[in-house]
Every structure is written in C-alpha cells, then in structure tokens.
C-alpha cells in the first residue's frame, strides 16, 4: 500500500524557516527519487527538490541556497529545510517519488505572509 504522509506547514512571516516532514511507505521510499512539489492556487504543480537514495540532490532554481531536501532511509521520511522563505513560497507542499506515482498525500499547506 503505498503511503505518503506531510506535515509541518503552516504560517511563517517572510524570512522565517519551516521544515517539512514526509512518512513514506517503503515500497515507493526505498527504490526510488523522492522529491517535494508544490501548487499554488491557480498554476501547476512543480518540483521544488529531489534526493536520491545516495543522497544526491537537486533543486528548483528559485529555492537554490534557501532550501535543504534530506532523507532518512531508515526512517523512510524525506525532510525539507525551508529558511529566508518569501511569500511566492505560498503553496500546497507534496512529497512523492520522482517521477511521482499516481498516489499524491493530501500535503501540508505554506503560508509565507506578514
């Protein structure tokens, strides 16, 4: 069954920090890329970050030095570290494989707003 669990969103002023957490099932956490995503009202979802098993990570050109994607393999969670965040930032976060399985969680909303 697969299993994809966020939380740790909520509401931050601009230039504070928020870390995301993201419970996997093993059977889609162990084999692949996992990634955070993101949908803001009205435009697409998009990748914001990606690591994969051995660590190795990519980002979103518009989060680059601003936000840290981790895992714990032993844990199966993915974390993402989001700091100096800016209201464009605003948007539903999701975590899934990459490419991303059918399944989607019900993610943790971010509210960048003073």
């Known amino acids: 069954q697969v299993q994809l669990v966020e939380s740790g969103g909520g509401l931050v002023q601009p230039g504070g920090s928020l870390r995301l957490s993201c419970a996997a099932s093993?059977?889609?956490?162990?084999?692949?890329?996992m990634a955070w995503y993101r949908q803001a009202p009205g435009n697409q979802r998009e990748l914001v970050a990606a690591?994969?098993?051995?660590?190795?990570?990519n980002y979103v050109d518009s989060v680059k030095g601003r936000f840290t994607i981790s895992r714990d393999n032993a844990k199966n969670t993915v974390y993402l570290q989001m700091n100096s965040l800016k209201p464009e930032d605003t948007a539903v976060y999701y975590c899934?494989?990459?490419?991303?399985?059918?399944?989607w969680g019900q993610g943790t909303q971010v509210t960048v707003s003073s």
């Open positions: 899934n494989a990459r490419p991303p399985s059918a399944y």
């Open positions: 690591i994969s098993r051995g660590g190795t990570t």
């Open positions: 093993s059977m889609i956490f162990s084999s692949y890329v």
